[in-house]
């Protein structure tokens, strides 16, 4: 059973993930409060992220959520994509503003 | 109490992204029977205790949520009574011919102010519930899953609350049975066109056009527990409950179906009459008009929506 380290740019946090559970039930072992977890089925768009490097399986998504012209860019639901390889994301949609909000507070301790 | 002009919710056509899972969760999850399929891939479920041919359509879409949602009106002269009520309230009406849908004869259908598709029938073939009509067995054997009792309203999310309120009174002759009140301004109304708590509700929203949930009847907190533990065997996204709504004080319990539309399986909320009066929700009580047992909003139960 592979996992992968996944790297979250917008916190500067890293979670572990297996190849065959999505990248928002290994985000999950952050133990975060804030993270939007909706409907788990590629549906209501909360946990949209962007892929920056790094391989993965996307399911089927949303297009209301998901435009092709996003898909083509590696923007994808997060409870839709399963790693293939250690990937590094950008937080979108209802999660980007908690997870900046820790980025900042964890550069202010360390300042 | 006779109930005339429109009887009840008669089906709901959901948008899902890929039909073999979803009839998988319907019907081996959730208990509903596959009755039918026609030529352009949509798949007619019924509950058990229904007679009709159908009362939820699977549609393969780009993206989740509700095509329309159809009642069945008494019979022919009420059908040309609302649908002139319709015209003359504004709407967008036409007809859809008989056998569009499978089994359904004509439907009226028409939009609403928040942006939501319904329809209006009189006609549905019948299929039957599994039990004879002379000396039946109170239920049938082989049901699965969860044994959803019959499809039993939707609550959707839309911006002119105000707008599909006045049509569905109006011109539909619903009466407004309990309601969320912010002041002046209607936040949440449950309607009824029966005696049941609601056929069908909404909630004041941005966004038009968007299903919070399609709802199915069980019989008893028993089987709403039963629910909760097929949600986990079967690994369903689990959204809230079981737990008890202070709003028509159904037991619950909501998950997600696999193109993340909500589902709720609920039992023994409250009834009406004509004579009954509104209930009103304030919103310092939101949160036990909401969950009664924890009070706590909860911002998916609020926000999600397909």
Same mark, same amino acid.
């Given at each position: ?111 | ?5 429109? =009887? +009840? ?11 073999? %899972? ?14 039918? +399929? ?16 159908? &009362? ?9 949520? =509700? ?59 019948? #299929? ?28 959707? #999310? ?48 941005? %966004? ?17 527990? +039963?629910?909760?533990?097929?949600? &986990? =065997? ?9 737990? +008890? ?25 409250? #009834?009406?009459?004509?004579? &009954? ?30």
């Amino acid at each position: 059973m592979n996992k992968f380290n996944i790297f979250i740019n917008d916190s500067d946090e890293t979670f572990e993930c297996f190849e065959q559970e999505h990248l928002l039930k290994g985000m999950l072992r952050l133990g975060r409060k804030d993270i939007p977890v909706g409907c788990r089925n590629g549906g209501c768009g909360v946990c949209k992220v962007k892929i920056v490097s790094g391989q993965y399986q996307a399911g089927i998504m949303s297009r209301n959520h998901v435009s092709v012209e996003e898909q083509n860019e590696d923007i994808a639901l997060a409870c839709r994509v399963f790693p293939r390889s250690d990937i590094t994301l950008n937080v979108l949609g209802k999660m980007k503003n908690e997870f900046v909000r820790t980025h900042v507070a964890s550069q202010n301790t360390k300042s | 109490m006779a109930i005339t002009g429109v =009887m +009840r919710p008669g089906h709901v056509m959901l948008n899902v992204l890929d039909i073999d %899972e979803s009839v998988k969760h319907y019907c081996e999850h959730m208990g509903l029977i596959e009755t039918d +399929r026609d030529d352009q891939g949509r798949v007619y479920l019924k509950c058990w205790d229904e007679h009709d041919w159908f &009362s939820v359509v699977l549609q393969k879409n780009d993206s989740p949520g =509700m095509d329309h949602m159809a009642f069945k009106v008494d019979n022919q002269a009420s059908l040309l009574r609302f649908e002139e009520n319709l015209k003359k309230f504004g709407c967008n009406v036409e007809r859809i011919a008989a056998g569009e849908l499978n089994h359904c004869g004509e439907r009226v259908r028409f939009d609403s102010p928040t942006g939501h598709t319904f329809e209006l029938y009189t006609e549905k073939e019948v #299929y039957g519930n599994g039990l004879p009509t002379t000396n039946p067995a109170p239920w049938p054997e082989g049901l699965q899953g969860m044994q959803a009792v019959r499809f039993d309203h939707c609550l959707l #999310y839309g911006d002119d609350l105000d707008g599909t309120v006045k049509l569905f009174v109006e011109a539909l002759e619903f009466d407004v049975a309990e309601q969320v009140v912010d002041g002046e301004l209607q936040i949440a109304a449950f309607l009824s066109c029966s005696h049941k708590a609601h056929d069908i509700a909404f909630i004041r929203n941005e %966004e038009k056009n968007k299903i919070h949930h399609a709802s199915f009847l069980l019989n008893t907190w028993e089987n709403v527990l +039963r629910a909760a533990d097929i949600i &986990s =065997m079967k690994d369903i996204p689990l959204d809230i409950g079981p737990t +008890r709504h202070g709003l028509t004080r159904g037991q619950t319990i909501y998950f997600f179906d696999p193109s993340g539309n909500r589902n709720e399986v609920f039992c023994e909320d409250s #009834y009406r009459y004509p004579d &009954s009066p509104v209930l009103t929700w304030t919103p310092d009580h939101l949160g036990q008009a909401i969950f009664y047992h924890s009070r706590e909003l909860n911002d998916r139960f609020l926000n999600v929506v397909t």
